[in-house]
């Protein structure tokens, strides 16, 4: 399926990758620098990097799987995203940044307290680790058809290299190898996109091959999908991506007018390359791809219909250079959860349990260790994934989204909007949204056998086996936000008035904006901005190279085409950090 050419891409790749973390390891001298980039780094650096963070493998495995079997719904899922990121950019993205916090953690505590902060905490930590085992599994189930090589392999290979990356590097490395991870993925994106677009014969063969279901938005002809679950989507993005848990990714800027900028960035990421995504698997639909067939180790084999179109309209070279833009994918996610659960660690369990005194040396001692270990913990999860034969990556991450994402993250939205509301409220609320959701997914199984078979109520419990994330993110969030709201009511007048008046400190701080000069921040760090483009333009000229391969004229021109788009943006960030 790949050629040597592409394999000297792929190992050029990982050598650039491991590299990063080393060059931009001396930007890393304290903790705040170490976990956040010492609040300095440009927004479109971190826009660049909430995109890359919000995305992964999964894209081009459980998504694309989706799109081949139900068409343009998959979209909703982009879309929604976006949306989440308009609401970022509209006030939250600012909100997050004026916290004033290192970590998000600390931003957890001062609203809400430090008992939330180690109840968040320490459910923080695992939700990590699983989601980012998820990751690595999804990257490992697209890579292991590409390579020809085992699962448990590839999870091997692949976590490593990001865990030795993330803790050499830091917060820096992983922004700067995000952003340039996102000019590697958009332009291999688009040549792979518009090549299955001629493939199938552009527009008209779209939509005279594909079944008209594939176009409804919706799938209301399917059995898991509807319209219900385009509204459980946007609940489960909006909560998700808005809560107060989620600041870590706008407290690496300046300040809140950074953040708005670095948010509305990633909205147009999201919303305006979702399309691009998914026309491969939507030509290997129109073409009638046996992919049982091509992938039959492959739980489901839908989830190779990227890779299927890939290989066959991508030149030599070229295919690695698609590997490695799905690989920077998944690694992206993976390391911004690495480093931030290492942060959480540091600043939340070892430092105020453990070492109260530790000197920033010591915290960013603290914070390699625990990258590692956490990183070791991620793989074995991934591993574990692997043996479980009948769940594919997309059923897999949205079910364990609605079961402890979305109760997770309902308290600590809600919180930015509602002063008036007693501590306990968040951590009960996490608990009776995580408790309703395990309802809801056992009741089928435990209450099926107990109503009578044609009854309406067994006709519900099916319904609710059939449409899980439906009825788990539907049913979490409506209860979740009950209990939080009427706690409020009946509980928030009864707080005591000094604790009444550091809810009003934070709710100050976060809404008064970050004053550069009075509060001693220090100007975008213009020496990192030339450090990227440096490795942009290193990057380009390598991919350059790759148009000496014996291919046609058309794939030498798609080669350029990549190489140029790095290149170019390289050159213009090396002027613009000299500018400054």
């Not at 980012?132 to 189930?141: D, M, P, T």
């Not at 898991?224 to 690496?252: C, D, I, M, P, T």
């Not at 609710?464 to 539907?474: A, N």
Request: hydrophobic content about 55%; proline content about 3%; aromatic content about 12%.
């Amino acid at each position: 399926m790949i050629t040597i050419f592409d394999y000297i891409v792929i190992a050029a790749f990982f050598a650039f990758l491991l590299g990063s973390g080393w060059y931009f390891r001396r930007f890393s001298k304290d903790s705040s620098q170490y976990f956040r980039g010492g609040g300095r780094m440009a927004w479109w650096l971190v826009g660049c990097s909430a995109f890359m963070s919000a995305f992964s493998a999964w894209t081009f495995t459980g998504a694309a799987g989706q799109a081949y079997e139900h068409g343009l719904v998959v979209l909703t899922i982009y879309w929604a995203g976006a949306l989440a990121f308009l609401v970022n950019a509209g006030c939250t993205a600012a909100w997050f940044r004026q916290t004033r916090v290192i970590t998000s953690m600390e931003a957890i505590r001062a609203r809400l307290g430090p008992a939330n902060e180690q109840f968040y905490t320490w459910l923080a930590l695992p939700i990590g680790i699983i989601v980012a085992g998820i990751w690595l599994y999804g990257l490992s189930v697209f890579c292991a058809p590409v390579f020809g090589f085992n699962l448990q392999a590839m999870i091997l290979i692949c976590g490593i290299a990001v865990v030795l990356m993330t803790a050499s590097g830091g917060q820096w490395a992983i922004v700067a190898t995000d952003f340039m991870q996102a000019l590697m993925l958009i332009p291999i994106a688009i040549v792979a996109a518009v090549a299955a677009w001629f493939s199938v014969g552009g527009w008209s063969g779209l939509r005279e091959t594909l079944p008209a279901t594939h176009w409804d938005l919706s799938a209301s002809a399917s059995v898991s999908f509807g319209k219900l679950w385009v509204v459980a989507v946007l609940l489960e993005k909006f909560f998700v991506q808005n809560a107060l848990h989620g600041a870590g990714r706008y407290l690496n800027v300046r300040d809140g007018r950074e953040a708005k900028k670095a948010a509305l960035l990633a909205t147009l990421l999201f919303g305006g390359a979702s399309f691009l995504w998914f026309l491969p698997p939507l030509a290997a639909r129109a073409q009638g791809l046996d992919l049982a067939a091509l992938f039959p180790g492959l739980t489901k084999p839908s989830e190779a219909a990227y890779v299927a179109v890939a290989s066959r309209v991508l030149p030599a070279g070229l295919m690695g250079l698609m590997i490695t833009g799905i690989i920077a994918a998944t690694l992206s996610s993976m390391d911004a959860g690495l480093n931030r659960n290492a942060g959480i660690f540091v600043r939340s369990v070892y430092m105020p349990l453990l070492r109260p005194r530790a000197g920033d040396r010591e915290q960013v001692l603290a914070g390699r260790i625990a990258t590692l270990a956490f990183g070791a913990i991620v793989i074995l999860t991934a591993l574990l994934y692997s043996t479980w034969k009948d769940l594919g990556v997309f059923d897999l991450m949205f079910g364990f989204s609605a079961l402890m994402g979305i109760p997770y993250a309902v308290a600590a939205t809600w919180c930015l909007f509602i002063k008036r509301v007693p501590d306990w409220a968040a951590w009960s609320t996490v608990l009776v949204g995580m408790g309703v959701g395990a309802a809801i997914s056992g009741a089928p199984r435990l209450l099926g056998g107990l109503v009578t078979e044609g009854s309406a109520w067994a006709g519900r419990l099916a319904w609710m086996g059939d449409h899980h994330f439906i009825s788990v993110t539907l049913g979490g969030v409506a209860v979740s936000s009950l209990w939080f709201f009427g706690v409020a009511k009946l509980f928030g007048p009864r707080i005591r008035p000094e604790r009444m008046a550091e809810i009003e400190n934070f709710f100050s701080t976060m809404r008064r904006p970050v004053e550069a000069a009075a509060e001693s921040v220090e100007q975008v760090n213009t020496r990192g901005t030339q450090g990227i483009g440096r490795l942009c333009l290193l990057y380009g000229g390598f991919i350059m190279l790759l148009a000496l391969i014996p291919n046609g004229l058309v794939g030498r021109l798609e080669i350029l085409f990549c190489a140029l788009f790095i290149a170019g943006i390289g050159f213009a960030l090396t002027r613009v950090g000299r500018a400054r």
